[in-house]
């Protein structure tokens, strides 16, 4: 067994573990911090693939960016966690099937790619551009329709939470550009004159000074 070999199954072994975890911790916060533990282990996985630039990315977008936000919103809000747990062990064994069902059908997809004896040797385009340059030219050529239909739906993901998260209450606070710009100096601020009602107190006698 190589050293490649060996750190791959310490990093897989870390990586299920995490997101083993990040469905089983009890607190939110503990799952996120599951979550950025395999985003790690993942990135170090790729790095071995020598996928230099997916690591780095997945390492700046989902734990510098995703995941800061994530455990900003879990901390600053208050989950009532045990009221999200009412009925799990009434529905995990349908989960359990749905779960067993995705994973054959994963399997069966990518039992395919496993079958290398070896990999493939790199050629002397790809020595010459480089990982990330290549990995350009094939999302933006091969595979543009693919990649602008996921674009097309992470759009609808984005307004479909704004639709559903944005609702008329009544202690909700939101502002008005509108009426922000048709706004006057009167409406904002009037200066009234109010004649004093208590006289002030007399100065207090210096010490020292002459009635």
């Known amino acids: 067994m190589t050293t490649t070999t060996a750190l791959f199954y310490a990093f897989s072994a870390v990586l299920l573990f995490a997101a083993f975890r990040v469905i089983t911790a009890r607190t939110p916060v503990y799952a996120a ?33 995703v995941m800061v936000l994530f455990l900003f919103v879990v901390m600053m809000l208050d989950i009532n966690v045990d009221a999200l747990r009412v009925g799990f062990w009434r529905h995990f064994p349908l989960a359990a099937i749905i779960g067993v069902v995705i994973a054959l059908e994963m399997a069966a997809v990518l039992i395919g790619g496993f079958d290398l004896a070896e990999a493939p040797a790199a050629t002397a385009q790809a020595i010459q551009l480089g990982n990330t340059k290549l990995l350009g030219i094939e999302m933006y050529t091969h595979y543009l329709y693919p990649l602008e239909v996921a674009a097309v739906l992470l759009l609808v993901a984005i307004i479909a939470a704004i639709a559903l998260t944005i609702r008329s209450r009544k202690d909700s606070k939101f502002q008005r550009p509108d009426q922000q710009v048709l706004v006057k100096k009167a409406d904002r601020l009037r200066i009234v004159q109010i004649a004093p009602t208590v006289q002030a107190p007399p100065a207090a006698p210096t010490p020292g000074a002459q009635p």
Do not use: Q, R
């Open 33 to 65: 911090l599951y979550l950025v533990l395999a985003f790690f282990t993942a990135a170090c996985v790729w790095m071995l693939l020598k996928a230099e630039f997916l690591a780095i990315a997945l390492v700046l977008v989902y734990v510098g960016a």
